[in-house]
């Protein structure tokens, strides 16, 4: 009984001291934005520096996600999850302190560093807590706070730069960042990988592979997708990325053995999330803006009328969390992508410069259930796919694709959009964000086929891909 309640206890701090970090970690991806044009003011620099401050924190954080994830298994998850916490917490004071652009834009890069650290430890430590026959819900609520962070960026962003000043964007960060990490140090139990070894040759060429197409993807728009530093990118990335591949095919030791793939699960739900990220963030970074430039709402009014979608994770994400213990994962993140998408497709339908607020409910509440019902069960189908051994990799490899999918979706159709109309006039504005929402509908709804691979429930009656014993049983922990 009192083993049963000091193990209750670990699993509730894992969780509290995880979803804070994790949201902190989400939140940084979209914050910046609608700050954007008072940080210029203050300190100057052209739109080619004010595009590297958002995609600085995106590229680092993408290509040293994998990396971040094999430093943990090798060297300890709780120590490299407390040195990931500091560099992170260190460089947002950083960013609020620059004095200049350029200094704004290194320290979002460390930022990105302490992120891609911090992140993928954060779902393996929470998992090793938990109990099985509890962790569906609990990664729920991971989930439903990470979700949060996400879609609420750019209202958090928009209302302290609006009410305060832009630097509180980042300050925000630090006395969160230095309450966690004693308690990290106290109430998290450290775990390492059995066997773990790092794979240099594997590390180089993801990281170099991801950040030539990440880069490319950013900066496609602004330089033009026949230059030469766009072409070779994208060339020089996926060539690397190819041979990455194969490395895992044949390596004794790869960083990500690309059988890991041949598993349903783990195949199904890792393109799924990319789609998914690349479907939403296009979207909110694109209606973010209409709700500002062509309605006129001042960005906290923008973010609070954004609030059925971006709120919904909260009420729906733990209730998801508990029928994908019950039924399974599939059909909880099938049902979500497939509501994201027609939510989207709503969207699209009625965007118009004079649209009024209700005609946007509809799709703004399907569009927050459905992500919610996505990111709570996700997290939970990951993690179980693989064996205990192997998920701080499977958790770096998941949180990658995401990123990688969120810089392609603001690629992808920012390149739409720009081709369709443009800033001129609300009219244009328009003309270039419908045709945009729905190839982010399309990509999501296109997620919702693939989430279905995912297998259904196991023959024991379990949760898909759920690991029978528990994780201590098969990882002691190490004081």
Same mark, same amino acid.
């Given at each position: 009984m009192g083993q049963q309640s000091v193990r209750g206890g670990s699993a509730v701090w894992a969780l509290v001291?995880?979803?804070?970090?994790?949201?902190?970690?989400?939140?940084? /991806?979209? $914050?910046?934005?609608?700050?954007?044009? *008072?940080?210029?003011?203050? =300190? #100057?620099?052209?739109?080619?520096? =004010?595009?590297?401050?958002?995609?600085?924190?995106?590229?680092?954080?993408? $290509?040293?996600?994998m990396f971040g994830a094999a430093l943990g298994d090798r060297f300890g998850r709780r120590r490299l999850f407390m040195a990931g916490l500091a560099i992170f917490t260190g460089a947002s004071a950083a960013a609020a302190l620059a004095p200049g652009i350029d200094s704004l834009i290194a320290a979002r890069a460390v930022q990105g560093v302490g992120a891609a650290v911090m992140m993928p430890l954060t779902l393996t430590l929470l998992t090793a807590a938990v109990p099985a026959a509890r962790r569906g819900a609990a990664l729920g609520i991971f989930g439903a706070v990470t979700g949060l962070a996400v879609a609420s960026g750019p209202l958090i962003g928009g209302s302290l730069t609006e009410h305060i000043s832009w630097q509180w964007i980042f300050w925000l960060n630090v006395p969160i960042g230095?309450?966690?990490?004693?308690? @990290?140090? &106290?109430?998290?139990d450290e775990s390492y990988a059995p066997n773990a070894r790092l794979?240099?040759?594997?590390?180089?060429?993801?990281?170099?592979?991801?950040?030539?197409?990440?880069? @490319?993807?950013? /900066?496609?728009? @602004?330089?033009?997708?026949?230059?030469?530093?766009?072409l070779t990118g994208l060339i020089v990335g996926t060539v690397l990325i190819l041979v990455f591949i194969r490395h895992g095919m044949i390596a004794k030791n790869p960083m990500l053995p690309m059988?890991?793939?041949?598993?349903?699960?783990?195949? #199904?739900? /890792?393109?799924? *999330?990319? =789609? %998914?990220? &690349?479907? %939403?963030?296009?979207?909110?970074?694109?209606?973010?803006?209409?709700?500002?430039?062509? $309605?006129g709402y001042s960005p906290t009014e923008a973010g609070l009328r954004m609030l059925p979608w971006?709120?919904?994770?909260?009420?729906?994400?733990?209730?998801?969390?508990?029928?994908?213990?019950?039924?399974?994962?599939?059909?909880?993140?099938?049902?979500?992508?497939?509501?994201?998408?027609?939510?989207?497709?709503?969207?699209?339908? $009625? =965007?118009?410069?004079?649209? *009024?607020?209700?005609?946007?409910?509809?799709g703004l509440i399907l569009s927050g259930v459905g992500m919610a019902m996505y990111f709570a069960p996700a997290a939970s189908v990951v993690m179980s796919s693989v064996s205990p051994g192997e998920q701080g990799i499977a958790s770096g490899a998941n949180n990658a694709l995401r990123e990688v999918g969120g810089a392609l979706g603001v690629a992808v159709l920012g390149a739409v959009f720009a081709a369709q109309g443009g800033y001129e006039t609300p009219d244009a504005f328009s003309d270039g964000t419908v045709p945009a929402l729905w190839i982010g509908a399309a990509a999501v709804a296109l997620a919702a086929v693939i989430a279905l691979m995912i297998p259904g429930r196991g023959r024991s009656g379990g949760p898909v891909g759920e690991t029978a014993p528990d994780l201590k049983e098969r990882e002691p922990a190490v004081a």
């Open positions: 001291i995880t979803s804070v970090a994790g949201f902190m970690a989400a939140l940084d /991806n979209l $914050v910046v934005t609608t700050a954007l044009p *008072s940080i210029r003011e203050d =300190l #100057g620099g052209a739109l080619e520096d =004010l595009e590297w401050t958002v995609s600085a924190y995106t590229l680092t954080f993408a $290509v040293l996600l230095i309450a966690l990490l004693p308690l @990290a140090r &106290l109430r998290l794979d240099v040759p594997g590390t180089l060429l993801v990281s170099g592979g991801l950040f030539g197409i990440v880069y @490319a993807l950013v /900066n496609g728009q @602004a330089d033009g997708w026949s230059s030469f530093p766009i059988r890991l793939f041949r598993d349903r699960a783990f195949f #199904g739900i /890792n393109i799924a *999330s990319l =789609l %998914m990220f &690349l479907g %939403m963030f296009g979207s909110i970074f694109l209606l973010s803006q209409f709700l500002q430039g062509v $309605v971006t709120g919904m994770p909260l009420i729906v994400a733990p209730i998801a969390g508990y029928l994908s213990d019950r039924i399974g994962g599939r059909p909880v993140v099938a049902t979500g992508l497939a509501l994201q998408a027609v939510g989207l497709g709503l969207f699209a339908m $009625v =965007l118009e410069p004079g649209v *009024s607020y209700a005609a946007q409910l509809p």
